[in-house]
């Protein structure tokens, strides 16, 4: 990924005619070009109004913007302010996020059944680890992680140990939601991200130092600079603004509370506060923000799975907010569509795991394995993972002697269906994790 080509600068409007400038506004009639917020890099190769040079569209164009900006509290190096806009595309998708995301409109029931809705939460969790982490260089194939997590063993990498980092960060951000955003917060949340991670655990839960070794930039694959993150010096005063703007601190009037996530994620990763880990820091406090603000659904998306399938994207968004006057709305528009493609993508995956479980109820009733107790409790058992059974549960359901309500069970554990586990003088039987697909290898 290149720097973007910096736009035109803009003309000395005293010394255009104004009848041309009359021309321009009238035919510069949106802040979009096809219904995209186009970068000047992209913007150019557009056909312009009649009259008018691409150019002079451009500044047109340019000026409708700037005349619907608002400013935020976040400033470059310099002490130039970032600005954004809402125009009515941000709006709507906004609006549909707040339907979607806080609200309980449309969401489907297995993740507002307390039955099944860690299932889904997991799985949330580990999706977000290992993308996150694979944009930031993890080479773990997704099924080897998986099997990390879920059977709690010790990671054998750095790439691992960066994924495991990421699902314990990600489970935190959900027990503080409620907490207000700290310097020392965040210095906790990338103790979590960075945990025998970086190569200088020196530098893990702390600012960057004032020195040659400690110095950042983001590059390109030539060596280029494409950021140059704002001097060590100024990283104390900047973290506090964030946490009082991330807190609604600050005075700078309303900001829709998932524009004001998004901000703080591009926030963070502007300052690049951090010698390494501040990409999934970004991340995770965009999350908090989120989850801060009531977006409940949040605990159940993966956003780096959608960063991931398109990482130059992201970073152009970075690069075209910083190449044109601090222009946020690049980043908002874009974050914006990640967010309705995660939703979109949760909801498919729920849809496609109904599905899958509707078959597999359908082959185990062709299955001349099992009777129809063990059908009845393997039927319950797919959609509710977590359920637990005792023999007398068991015997009682089907008005069945003891001798049978355990043989029934005993049964279901040879054949690596149940496990089960003594609690006291009980025992217990539990759903295997992966139920679906060890009944597969018994067809």
């Known amino acids: 990924m290149k720097k973007p080509k910096k736009p035109p600068s803009p003309p000395v409007y005293s010394k255009v005619a104004p009848e041309r400038l009359q021309k321009w506004f009238s035919l510069a009639t949106s802040v979009r070009v096809n219904g995209k917020y186009l970068h000047w890099e992209k913007f150019r ?12 569209w451009w500044h047109a164009v340019k000026l409708l913007r700037q ?7 976040l400033a470059d190096k310099s002490g130039q302010p970032f600005e954004y806009l809402t125009d009515s595309t941000i709006q709507e998708k906004l609006h549909q996020i707040d339907l979607g995301a806080g609200g309980r409109i449309s969401m489907p029931q297995q993740i507002t059944n307390p039955d099944t809705r860690d299932r889904y ?10 993308t996150s982490s694979q944009l930031e260089g993890a080479q773990t194939m997704r099924q080897v992680a998986k099997e990390m997590i879920k059977s709690r063993r010790q990671p054998r990498d750095r790439s691992e140990k960066m994924i495991l980092n990421n699902f314990l960060t990600m489970k935190r951000i959900s027990e503080i939601k409620q907490d207000r955003l700290t310097p020392e917060l965040i210095f906790n949340i990338h103790r979590l991200v960075s945990n025998d991670a970086i190569d200088n655990l020196d530098a893990v839960g702390r600012l960057r130092n004032d020195n040659e070794e400690e110095e950042v930039a983001v590059y390109d694959t030539e060596g280029n600079i494409l950021h140059q ?11 506090t603004e964030l946490c009082r703007f991330a807190n609604g601190q ?4 309303f900001v829709h509370p998932v524009i004001r996530a998004i901000i703080v994620h591009f926030w963070l990763a502007y300052d690049h506060p951090f010698v390494d880990g501040n990409g999934r820091t970004a991340r995770a406090l965009f999350y908090w923000s989120m989850l801060h ?14 960063i991931k399938n398109a990482p130059v994207k992201y970073g152009r968004a970075f690069l075209w907010t910083e190449t044109d006057d601090n222009d946020l709305t690049y980043f908002v528009d874009y974050h914006l569509h990640v967010i309705d493609r995660a ?5 498919e995956y729920i849809s496609k795991k109904s599905k899958e479980l509707k078959q597999t109820e359908k082959n185990l009733k062709n299955l001349s394995l099992f009777n129809h107790r063990q059908l009845a409790l393997l039927s319950h058992a797919f959609r509710h993972p977590d359920a637990d059974y005792t023999i007398e549960s068991h015997r009682l359901s089907h008005n069945v002697v003891y001798q049978t309500a355990r043989t029934d069970l005993v049964r279901l554990c040879d054949l690596g269906l149940l496990v089960d586990r003594k609690v006291g003088k009980t025992i217990h039987f539990r ?10 290898t018994l067809d």
């Open 45 to 56: 190769y557009h056909e312009p109004p009649s009259d008018l040079s691409v150019e002079e």
């Open 67 to 73: 005349s619907q900006k608002q400013s935020t509290p």
């Open 121 to 130: 939460y997991i799985h949330s969790l580990i999706e977000e680890a290992i």
């Open 229 to 239: 993150p704002p001097h060590a010096s100024q990283l104390p005063g900047r973290l």
């Open 250 to 253: 600050s005075p700078d009037g």
């Open 293 to 306: 603000h009531g977006y409940w659904l949040f605990e159940f998306i993966s956003i780096s799975s959608i």
């Open 343 to 347: 939703i979109h993508d949760l909801h």
């Open 431 to 440: 759903p295997v994790q992966n139920i679906s697909e060890k009944l597969k």
